[in-house]
């Protein structure tokens, strides 16, 4: 049975008992959602004037940025014809939450809220606003498992973004530490360095930022140099995340968003 | 023994998804590891009360939620809780009769044999947890089992469940 599921023969019966456990999973997640509800409810008008304020100014602040983001994009994609190398297309996001709920200490699993439904597919990547945070390992009826960067059992390619140097970061089992386990002790790597997601093995879109580079290690006699770095992504805190539809992907979620749609003209 | 001298089901079933949802409530993070194994623990509870109700077969069914639940390899908890259920119902007579205290350490050994067979089965898959941490669910089991035995003891004694 066990071998059947390393090769996903038991998803279905993986779907059919989630729906049984989705109630558990609903009541954990209960206390948390009320506090937010009531803390939400019982805010003053001061302070939600303030919130807004500052949410305002904010948003104006990035529209600044996205404006001559627009112009870099056109920029870079004048640039790329120049090389005659592809098009890279935008990508599409959609919001998810976290669904408080803790699974084994050992490895770094969430559950998030947005399922098949919502055209979420195998290995798609999940981020928070500040870099990447993992993978979909799991997606079912009743929810979807995540695995992080972290876990022990996770590897992601990546690249220095200041010199273009690409290299594998794994998980460590600590929640605010990957290492760079295969770069040679003359690699020009330094702390502080922004390590960005490079698009090899096609799970993760490029460009993304991981993490930052806290401390390079030259130890004498050892042929790889230990390397560690810090996920920029908010890894233990974030509660909205972000689910990244890139490439070939984005046509599945216009599908599946059509059929929806279609749906519910059929429903009405 | 017929189905209809059969009490109490309802109260075995909420025991059950209480267990779950203790195993999956969020803890702060230097308590995550020493979190009971709550499912096995209500699981050994019944099988040594009613060991012609509650058994290996329930025991399957529980650890394979449990496998669900905690997105684990599918039959991993599955495994180990036949194994567990086997062992206590074979040994429910004399175990009955010891005192907690000698009742909990056998619990803590059946506990360590239920984490390392999960043990087993990360280190087939590639995973293996590293650190000692691993052996402390076993242990703040049996420091719990006391508690766990005479709160669903007097719950089956006052809901009269056979």
Do not use: A
């Given at each position: 049975m066990t071998l059947d599921h390393r090769q996903q023969h038991m998803q279905s019966l993986r779907a059919g008992l989630s729906l049984l456990i989705a109630p558990i999973e609903f009541l954990v997640d209960l206390p948390t959602d009320l506090g937010r509800w009531i803390t939400e409810s019982l805010s003053t008008r001061q302070t939600l004037l303030e919130e807004n304020t500052r949410l305002h100014s904010q948003n104006l602040l990035m529209q600044a940025r996205s404006l001559k983001n627009a112009d870099l994009e056109a920029e870079n994609q004048r640039l790329r014809e120049l090389l005659g190398s592809s098009l890279k297309v935008a990508d599409r996001v959609l919001i998810a939450e976290l669904i408080k709920v803790e699974l084994d200490p050992f490895k770094h699993l969430v559950r998030i809220n947005k399922t098949q439904q919502h055209g979420v597919y195998l290995d798609q990547p999940l981020l928070d606003a500040h870099g990447i945070m993992g993978q979909v390992i799991e997606t079912v009826p009743a929810h979807t498992t995540v695995r992080l960067i972290t876990d022990p059992g996770h590897s992601i390619p990546v690249q220095v973004s200041r010199n273009g140097l690409r290299t594998i970061a794994t998980g460590?089992?600590?929640?605010n530490q990957i290492n760079l386990p295969y770069l040679p002790n003359n690699t020009d790597i330094r702390e502080g360095d922004l390590l960005v997601t490079s698009g090899l093995g096609g799970v993760y879109p490029p460009g993304y930022p991981v993490a930052h580079v806290t401390e390079v290690n030259h130890v004498a006699g050892e042929e790889f140099a230990q390397i560690k770095a810090e996920p920029t992504a908010h890894l233990n805190r974030s509660r909205e995340v972000l689910l990244v539809w890139s490439g070939e992907h984005i046509k599945t979620l216009q599908q599946v968003t059509q059929s929806d749609r279609e749906g519910q003209r059929a429903d009405q | 023994m017929q189905i209809s001298n059969h009490q109490g089901g309802g109260l075995i079933l909420l025991s059950f998804i209480v267990a779950f949802m203790l195993t999956v409530v969020p803890l702060p993070e230097f308590m995550q590891f020493i979190r009971p194994e709550w499912s096995a623990l209500v699981l050994l509870y019944w099988c040594m009360a009613l060991p012609d109700r509650i058994g290996v077969g329930i025991g399957w069914i529980v650890g394979l939620l449990l496998d669900v639940l905690t997105g684990t390899l599918l039959g991993q908890h599955a495994l180990a809780m036949t194994v567990i259920a086997y062992l206590i119902i074979n040994l429910h007579q004399r175990i009955r009769i010891f005192p907690l205290w000698q009742q909990a350490a056998i619990i803590w050994m059946l506990l360590n044999l239920y984490q390392l067979l999960l043990l087993w089965f990360d280190g087939i898959t590639g995973q293996p947890p590293k650190g000692l941490q691993f052996w402390l669910p076993p242990i703040s089991g049996m420091i719990l089992w006391p508690v766990v035995f005479i709160l669903l003891r007097r719950l089956r004694r006052h809901f009269k469940v056979k």
């Open positions: 460590t089992g600590k929640i | -």
